[in-house]
């Protein structure tokens, strides 16, 4: 009797912007059938038995230190039931430069495992089999040489390169934008990029040879639409620099994976992955021609984590990567990487390390989730968020081709642009307490990092050993044979028409250095120059 | 609170390069009143050092997401002290580990913030630390 004289709740909406109805009915719903999983337009999944057919791949972004460390380290997580390996390199590696390079002298193996040359390749991945694990690299600007170095560990070892699976990022665009490990202008990265393309599709037909990350630009502070939207975008740029080479859509298209962050807003998680599904087959289908069905599916990875984690109170991480794991799985991840509680300040140490892994198999074995494809298809709300997921990233993709194109957009520092407006915004709110971080901005507790675990601590002498090392590889290797594939890397640098990977490939057989081969590619190519901040 | 006519550097030092927490610092000082210049990703201590003594500022703020802030703040302060500039204060934000502050300031850093500090608090630390 009193129901008409209670207040409306106050508007609410999910962190992209998109209104929260306090209840969602089925008119609401603009085709309320989403269509079957395996299925055009795959809103419900790429797959149709879902992780029934196979269950998605553990894989923890790990490495730090030396290789032996980093090896010793792999072999505790897939001695502890980890499925695929996920090499994390140091800055200096990332960026093109040798050990001994002055200007890194700060970050060998910090953030991390160095990995200069072949030789360290091989012991990072000394005793794994090669044919029978899957290992993802997060490298960049240096991508083409690290896979080359990956074929040549193969070689080495005996491995069929076409047994390898796997993933390298090879995704520069998001580096102008978000990460920052450029090295190369856009347009020779852009080559580099189809080179290692069209040489994995011969060579190692079952590794992926680009992952096209939205995860940096979300965790540098875009909203989950805008995250999906700028990667699509940049997904597309790829595409068509294939097709400008006069390379079939369907003969690569199926090798293309993405890669993003889930943060906690459970179900707008959720949607932003199914309505990226639909959206990315519906553009392969359409605007693309593409015949074969596997052209059309969105494979991707996640990573749980990142800037939704918090310094103060850190255990309370736990049950956010916890949270975000069953987004990940409710919206069909084929591989997810959660994060350790630790991670918002160090290296996990291993104890925190194997607690995060441990998060999803709990997730995987005991919850039900991944029992059922979909589970949450059909629920008024999610098909309502998707629906509206759907419009917001293609509206973000609009504005970039409004805009001219990706590429424009990232040299003239436009979505950069974008992105510091989102994350001044976010903290503006965050600062306000519009929006609640349980820790920071409530619940806090006066005494400082209660809950702090176990402290990680890199061994202080790395930097000198690896050097050694280095040095020892340089006296060692045969430096005529070295030069001679050096100086072929650097005439073919000038031809457009001639693929580096097999001259990468071979200077990595030669044991030339990262550094060495970097070098040899920016005298011809130069460097990216940073845009200037706009705001 | 004002920070009007102070001039500030905010620096990415070494190779990390996760910028927007370094981008925000400066518009917010901007928005404060302070004369602020970004230097941009990848500055060598002794370039950051060069420009800071140049620009005469007040201040430098480092940027540091990569776990290498001991050796960064420590190389930056070297090149200060070679070039007679000592006097200008170098405080640091990204993410530090929050054991490492108390050594950080014992340094010589004149303050730590991470990205968890309100940016009000950030701004009056400044502040104080400037007056």
């Known amino acids: 009797m009193t129901t ?129 694990i899957s290992t993802s690299f997060t490298i960049n600007s240096t991508a083409a040489i690290i896979f080359a170095m990956y074929l040549a560990a193969a070689d080495n070892a005996g491995v069929p390169r076409a047994s390898l699976s796997g993933t390298i990022q090879n995704d520069i665009l998001k580096e102008y934008v978000a990460r920052g490990t450029w090295i190369f202008p856009v347009k020779p990265s852009m080559r580099l990029i189809a080179d290692s393309i069209v040489y994995a599709n011969q060579e190692s037909p079952r590794f992926n040879p680009i992952s096209i990350a939205g995860a940096h630009v979300r965790d540098a502070g875009c909203t989950a639409a805008e995250e999906i939207g700028y990667t699509l975008a940049n997904g597309l740029a790829y595409v068509n620099e294939l097709l400008a080479r006069g390379v079939d859509i369907d003969s690569f298209a199926r090798r293309l994976s993405f890669f993003f962050y889930v943060h906690m807003d459970l179900f707008e998680e959720v949607a932003k992955f199914r309505a990226a599904r639909r959206i990315w087959a519906r553009l392969l289908q359409e605007r693309y021609d593409a015949k074969d069905p596997r052209s059309l599916l969105f494979r991707f990875g996640v990573v749980c984590g990142g800037s939704s984690l918090t310094a103060a109170q850190p255990l309370n991480n736990v049950v956010r990567v916890g949270t975000e794991t069953m987004a990940a799985v409710l919206g069909g991840a084929q591989s997810i990487f959660t994060s350790a509680y630790d991670e918002a300040f160090q290296i996990p140490t291993e104890q925190s390390a194997e607690l995060a892994l441990r998060t999803q198999q709990i997730i995987s074995h005991e919850s039900g989730i991944a029992d059922t494809v979909d589970p949450l298809g059909g629920s008024y709300y999610v098909e309502y968020l998707t629906d509206r997921m759907e419009d917001k990233i293609l509206r973000v993709m609009q504005e970039i081709d409004d805009y001219g194109g990706v590429v424009k957009a990232i040299e003239e520092g436009y979505i950069q642009m974008r992105i510091v407006e989102r994350a001044r915004e976010r903290k503006r709110q965050v600062d306000a307490g519009q929006r609640i971080v349980v820790g920071v901005n409530r619940y806090q507790r006066d005494e400082e990092h209660a809950g702090f675990g176990e402290v990680f601590r890199q061994d202080p002498d790395n930097r000198r050993r690896i050097i050694a090392k280095y040095e020892a590889i340089r006296d060692r290797r045969d430096n005529v044979r070295t030069e001679k594939a050096l100086k072929a890397l650097a005439s073919a640098a000038i031809h457009d028409d001639v693929n580096l990977m097999p001259l990468l490939v071979e200077c990595c057989h030669a044991y030339a250095t990262v550094g060495e081969m970097v070098g040899e590619l920016k005298r011809h190519w130069g460097e990216f120059q940073e845009p200037p901040l706009r705001a | 609170m004002s920070l009007k006519g102070k001039r500030i550097l905010i620096a990415k030092p070494g190779l990390d390069g996760h910028d927007v927490g370094a981008k925000i610092i400066t518009l917010a000082l901007r928005d404060a009143g302070a004369d602020v210049i970004y230097t941009g990703l990848r500055k060598s201590p002794d370039y950051i050092a060069r420009v800071a003594a140049d620009e005469d500022v007040d201040a430098v703020g480092l940027s540091i997401l990569s776990g290498s802030h001991h050796t960064l703040l420590a190389q930056t302060l070297d090149e200060l002290a070679k070039l007679g500039a000592a006097n200008i204060g170098v405080f640091i934000g ?38």
Do not use: H
């Open chain 1, 4 to 132: 008409e004289t209670k207040p409306e709740p106050a508007p609410a909406f999910t962190p992209s912007g998109i209104e929260v109805p306090v209840l969602v009915t089925p008119e609401m719903l603009g085709n309320p059938d989403p269509g079957l999983p395996g299925q055009m337009p795959y809103t419900r999944g790429i797959f149709a038995n879902g992780f029934r057919g196979r269950r998605w791949t553990m894989r923890q972004y790990s490495g730090f230190g030396s290789a032996e460390e980093s090896n010793e380290r792999y072999r505790f997580l897939l001695d502890q039931g980890q499925t695929g390996l996920s090499v994390a390199l140091d800055l200096p590696t990332q960026c093109g430069y040798d050990p001994v390079d002055i200007v890194a002298s700060a970050e060998v193996g910090k953030v991390g495992v160095s990995l200069s040359n072949l030789a360290e390749m091989e012991v990072l991945l000394d005793g794994i089999d090669l044919g029978a």
């Open chain 2, 94 to 131: 990204g993410t530090i580990a929050p054991q490492d502050t108390q050594a950080l300031l014992e340094m010589g850093a004149l303050g730590v913030f991470t990205s968890e500090m309100s940016l009000n608090d950030t701004l009056s630390a400044l502040e104080a630390a400037l007056s």
